[in-house]
């Protein structure tokens, strides 16, 4: 047993000290409603602007109904990985819907995003293997590389020009990784031009697509459905459940032969417990509803207009996104952190977003919209940000 000697607990008080001095320290909000719009702590409601939940599929009475069903037909836990007795009906038809939704061969579940992530690149590249990242990807995709062993190597962001260039007189496999769309910065990535280079220079090109899936696409089919890419132009596609589907989990998409593989030899695929078969069947009920409520899409950009609009008339510091995520750049960590508190003071969750999250000196305030927001949500929050502004 390894014991914390007073000398290590006094060190780990500074640091502690440190990340509150820098406006870096973190804490959590207990909450005591459902997830969705409106959110209750410590007995308040508060109108909710940091929630992932895009299409408002996570407190929807259908998706809660099958989850309520399913739990009663095979109960709570999965008791087992899905290679020894944990895979069940309601896995498996979720991975068939979901390979058909994105239009690929097959998918494969994950227990997380982060898993999916770090265990995909593990599985296809190693030691004498290169993997290419934005310098913005999410940590998942960046454990992920460091994790397989793989020459590291990092562009700018966007920069497809500098991607290029560091894959010349690359022989070795290469791996090109990027989010689809940007989760602190709300952009989307230049998918044609990578599949371009990828072509060219022999790649695997990886695309996670969190925050994508669901809200962009007239199917929702994420970023790859707004550019018209498919299996053969994007070999390996990521999605996450907690996002626009409201529920839990991840998956992997690809060819059959991509899939087997993953099966085989991704590590935080074959030793982890399944996820529960009643989140699959909620996440069965809630795809319905990504593919058919066309209505949520349309809601969801409407807002996301209105918004712009609003904050570009304020002259507010927003950064530029087409998506549900809408930065608003602060730069001073502890600046975002006291307009983050003052904004719940007067209802309003908004998350300050500081390093290592983002870059040092790019703190910012992160806006994610939903479906279920009205437009009275949208112009009573740029009303205190107009406050905000003028002082």
Not at 89 to 98: G, I, K, N, V, Y
Not at 113 to 132: Q, W
Not at 160 to 183: H, R, Y
Not at 243 to 249: N, Q
Request: include cysteine; hydrophobic fraction near 40%.
């Amino acid at each position: 047993m390894v014991l914390v000697t007073p000398c290590d607990m006094e060190q780990l008080t500074n640091h502690l000290a440190e990340l509150a001095q820098q406006g870096l320290y973190r804490s959590r909000r207990i909450i005591e409603s459902p997830q969705s719009i409106l959110l209750q702590i410590d007995g308040n409601k508060y109108i909710n602007f940091c929630s992932n939940d895009y299409l408002g599929l996570a407190n929807h009475p259908d998706v809660i109904q099958a989850f309520k069903s399913a739990a009663d037909t095979y109960g709570v836990g999965s008791g087992s990985a899905h290679l020894i007795c944990g895979h069940s009906s309601a896995h498996h038809a979720l991975e068939e819907e979901l390979a058909a939704f994105t239009g690929r061969d097959r998918a494969l579940l994950f227990s997380t995003g982060y898993m999916a992530n770090m265990g995909v690149i593990a599985t296809l590249v190693g030691r004498s293997d290169t993997v290419f990242q934005d310098r913005l990807n999410h940590a998942s995709l960046l454990d992920g590389a460091l994790l397989s062993g793989a020459r590291f190597k990092r562009y700018s962001h966007a920069d497809t020009a500098q991607l290029d260039e560091l894959m010349s007189n690359i022989p070795a496999k290469k791996l090109i990784v990027s989010d689809g769309v940007f989760s602190m910065d709300g952009d989307f990535a230049p998918l044609p031009a990578l599949v371009s280079i990828a072509n060219a220079c022999k790649a695997w090109l990886m695309v996670d697509d969190a925050h994508g899936l669901g809200v962009l696409g007239q199917q929702g089919g994420g970023v790859l459905e707004h550019y018209a890419l498919n299996q053969n132009d994007v070999p390996i596609l990521m999605g996450t459940l907690g996002k626009s589907f409201g529920t839990f989990g991840a998956f992997v998409a690809g060819s059959e032969e991509l899939i087997e593989t993953l099966i085989q030899k991704a590590r935080t695929y074959i030793y982890t417990t399944a996820l529960p078969a009643a989140i699959a069947e909620a996440t069965r009920a809630s795809l319905k509803h990504v593919i058919a409520d066309t209505w949520r899409r349309d809601k969801l950009n409407h807002l996301i207009e209105r918004f712009k609009l609003g904050a570009q008339q304020l002259n507010l510091p927003l950064m530029p996104s087409d998506s549900a995520i809408q930065p608003l750049m602060i730069n001073d960590s502890q600046q975002a952190v006291n307009i983050s508190n003052y904004l719940f003071e007067q209802g309003f969750l908004v998350s300050a977003i500081r390093p290592p999250t983002v870059p040092k000196g790019s703190a910012r305030l992160r806006v994610t919209l939903s479906a279920l927001h009205e437009e009275q949500h949208i112009d009573r929050l740029l009303d205190v940000f107009a406050k905000i502004h003028k002082t």
